[in-house]
């Protein structure tokens, strides 16, 4: 699925629900806000430092009690594994995975970390119909996997692909990601996993602001190994995990198009309607229900509803 | 043999010499040979060959910065720094914590006076240092090279006789 798209998808729900629930939206706009918080957490992630030894992803596996890898984490051939023509991508059994890149600008491959990156204004947050989503004043993005209902609106909104989908259970489908280890270890003070068993330190823990300022000093004092951009830093509104880089980043795999500014701005009317969303999901779903029976309709909802349905 | 006093002078004169002679080479004395363990866990330690590094690498601050009392190479330190600055802690743990991660290091106040604020952990400044400059000179790079997985090891990697029996009949997409 293309990314106009999944704007295009996004909009029109924010349409839909507007529609629905015009005054509401306003009122609670004005008390709600969703900008980052002051002290928040976050990772620097270099990518010159990383020699693709795959610790991070079985540090990921046991902390978090994921299932048994089909390979071994020190099987390296699975950086030539491509998926319909991609590289490996984050699952519901591997929330962190680490890809390979041949590149122009570097004689030595390139390693990319991906996880989520828990977004300062998460779009995975205001695209749930049902609340699920939380961003901590510690700067981890979370889900309650309780409230989810397995819509996948999240991982069509997620300007990343990182929210990946649980087949594993037909009676409760869930949603699954990286929570920074919120639960075991951010909650208390500390690391991520993976964070503390890099044996290379490519991953910098700490304050999100202070963790900036270390990244352009890295850069400022080697300005013939970086190249001069923090991804991140800007990008969808600031990423609490942000990355620097010695090969331009569209060579390592990164969309250079995203916005600058967080996706949620769009969106931020359409936030204060999801509990009212909550309220009247079984007059919703019962709707779709009887307008998809029924064949043609011109309803926001069914079109919405739909949509979403396809949007894989 | 019996030495007299003058012999004795002169005896003391040449090993002062010596002494000078070893010292306007090599500021300190060294270890031949490290046993480096004390994070052993997944691995395990390494037997550092050290009379064999001094041998093939230019100076002492490549791996122990200034603090050795030689000239670092990195031009942007030696701003800073010049070879005068011998310094009595020159063992890498001592500055490298192996957890400055943890709650309580974190919460420790900032020193104003600190210039230094961008310091890699114990671990990392061994991988940092070692594979840096084996990747350029060709030393050993592969994980195993350095050091053997332990138990702990093979099954936190699920490798060895943890690894998974019917390998990749289909993964996730």
Request: with cysteine.
């Amino acid at each position: 699925m293309s990314k106009i798209s999944r704007r295009k998808f996004l909009a029109g729900s924010m349409a839909g629900g507007a529609a629905v629930m015009m005054s509401p939206a306003k009122k609670a706009l004005a008390s709600g806000s969703f900008d980052g918080f002051p002290d928040g957490m976050g990772v620097l992630v270099d990518l010159t430092r990383c020699v693709g030894c795959r610790t991070c992803e079985a540090a990921c596996n046991k902390e978090q009690k994921l299932p048994d890898p089909a390979l071994p984490f020190d099987d390296y051939s699975v950086f030539d594994e491509l998926h319909l023509g991609q590289k490996r991508r984050t699952t519901d059994k591997a929330y962190t995975v680490v890809n390979r890149y041949e590149t122009e600008s570097s004689t030595a491959p390139v390693y990319r970390k991906i996880q989520c990156n828990h977004c300062n204004e998460p779009t995975c947050l205001t695209s749930c119909f049902v609340n699920a989503y939380t961003k901590t004043p510690e700067g981890a993005v979370i889900y309650n996997p309780k409230v989810c209902v397995g819509c996948r609106n999240c991982m069509i909104a997620c300007p990343f692909h990182i929210p990946a989908y649980s087949y594993d259970s037909v009676l409760n489908p869930v949603i699954k990601k990286c929570v920074f280890c919120y639960d075991t270890r951010l909650k208390n003070g500390k690391p991520p996993a993976c964070v503390e068993s890099c044996p290379q330190q490519v991953m910098t823990f700490g304050k999100r602001k202070e963790l900036l300022k270390i990244a352009h000093e890295r850069i400022r004092k080697n300005p013939d190994k970086y190249v001069d951009q923090i991804y991140g830093e800007k990008e969808v509104g600031g990423t609490g995990w942000f990355y620097i880089s010695n090969v331009p980043f569209e060579e390592a795999g990164f969309d250079q198009d995203l916005p600058k500014e967080p996706i949620i701005n769009n969106v931020k009317g359409f936030l204060a309607i999801v509990p009212m969303v909550l309220t009247i999901w079984p007059a919703l779903f019962t709707g779709f229900h009887l307008l998809s029976t029924k064949g043609k309709s011109h309803s926001h909802g069914d079109e919405n509803g739909h949509d979403g349905q396809e949007g894989q | 043999m019996a030495i007299n006093g003058k012999q004795l002078i002169t005896w003391m004169g040449a090993i002062l010499l010596s002494c000078f002679l070893a010292v306007s080479c090599y500021a300190m004395d060294y270890p031949d040979e490290v046993e480096i363990d004390s994070l052993a866990n997944l691995y395990e330690g390494v037997v550092f060959d050290h009379a064999m590094h001094v041998e093939a690498t230019e100076d002492c601050s490549d791996c122990h910065h200034h603090t050795t009392g030689t000239q670092v190479a990195n031009e942007y330190c030696a701003k800073c720094h010049d070879g005068a600055q011998e310094m009595d802690i020159v063992s890498c743990q001592e500055c490298h914590s192996a957890n400055p991660l943890s709650p309580e290091n974190l919460h420790i106040p900032r020193d104003d006076y600190n210039y230094h604020l961008d310091k890699p952990n114990l671990k990392a400044a061994y991988h940092l240092n070692c594979m840096g400059c084996h990747q350029q000179v060709g030393g050993p790079t592969g994980c195993e090279d350095c050091h053997a997985k332990t138990d702990d090891g093979e099954r936190f990697y699920y490798s060895g006789k943890y690894a998974p029996e019917e390998p990749a009949h289909k993964s996730g997409h």
